[in-house]
């Protein structure tokens, strides 16, 4: 299919318009030059005068998504680390998103999410309880270091 050429400049005006409506990441920009069928000579200049003029940060984008996945979606940190590396963010702006996440509110959160699961599979003979429980938290991108004595202290709390 055929599609309109834009030029540089109504391309930087979508774009300006793309990047003010929430964070974007430098591939997230690139994927939506491709899509808007912006000649690959142009992309390099657009997403420099996208930087310069301060629409596109990548550690901005990387701090407000990491907190955005923690507090929205209740995600762990093996998760939003997963995700922002799929989104082609360097691994200096991982660490660095990660550390704003309070360690006392994320270790409230992840007892929270296990004992909220650990109670919804009453039915559930003590085993299967305890692995779908573990397996839950893994999905949910939480350490496994610090997912076992959670569930530990919640069964054990649970047994008496």
Known sequence: MYKKQLTKEQALQKLKQYCAYQERSHSEVRDKLYQLGVWKRDHDEII?????????????????YAGGKYRMKQWGRVKIRYALKQKEVSEYLIKKALKQIDEDEYRILLEKTATERYASLKGEQYLVRKKKTLDYLI?????????????EKITAKNKE
């Open 139 to 151: 999905q949910r991108g939480f350490e496994h270091e610090l997912i076992h004595p959670v569930v």
């Open 48 to 64: 420099g005068t996208l930087i310069e003029e301060n629409y596109l940060n990548e550690e901005r984008f990387a701090i407000a």
